[in-house]
């Protein structure tokens, strides 16, 4: 089985910053593109940044030029630097990839359970 699980996630003020990680693990043969996904109360998961295997990237509008996905290969992880943080921006953070697992002929998507960041105003 593949696992995802993320960790980096917390309290700040706003225009501080938090650094969020996800780190797959299991019989993976590869991973494809990685993101991040955000829930608030009340509203549906929403993207918030992808990166793909050969390192470009794709942001949500509300997060550009404020956050920044990167990923070590070696490790199979991938970050999120959030700067600039606004309350706005409080959320649950989940980690995506899509990941082709040994015994397997397809990538499918992977989730991890979600780490909680909360701005303060």
């Known amino acids: 089985q593949v696992q995802l699980v993320e960790s980096g996630g917390g309290l700040v003020q706003a225009g501080g910053s938090l650094r969020l990680s996800c780190a797959a693990s299991?019989?993976?043969?590869?991973?494809?593109?990685m993101g991040w996904y955000r829930q608030a109360p009340g509203n549906e998961r929403e993207f918030v940044a992808q990166i793909s295997s050969d390192g470009s990237t794709n942001y949500e509008d509300s997060v550009k030029g404020r956050f920044t996905i990167s990923r070590d290969n070696a490790k199979n992880t991938v970050y999120l630097q959030m700067n600039s943080l606004k309350p706005e921006d409080t959320a649950v953070y989940y980690c995506?990839?899509?990941?082709?697992?040994?015994?397997?002929?397809?990538?499918?998507?992977?989730w991890g359970q979600g780490t909680q960041v909360t701005v303060s105003s």
């Open positions: 995506n990839g899509k990941i082709k697992r040994a015994g397997s002929f397809y990538d499918r998507d992977y």
């Open positions: 299991g019989r993976i043969l590869r991973t494809n593109a």
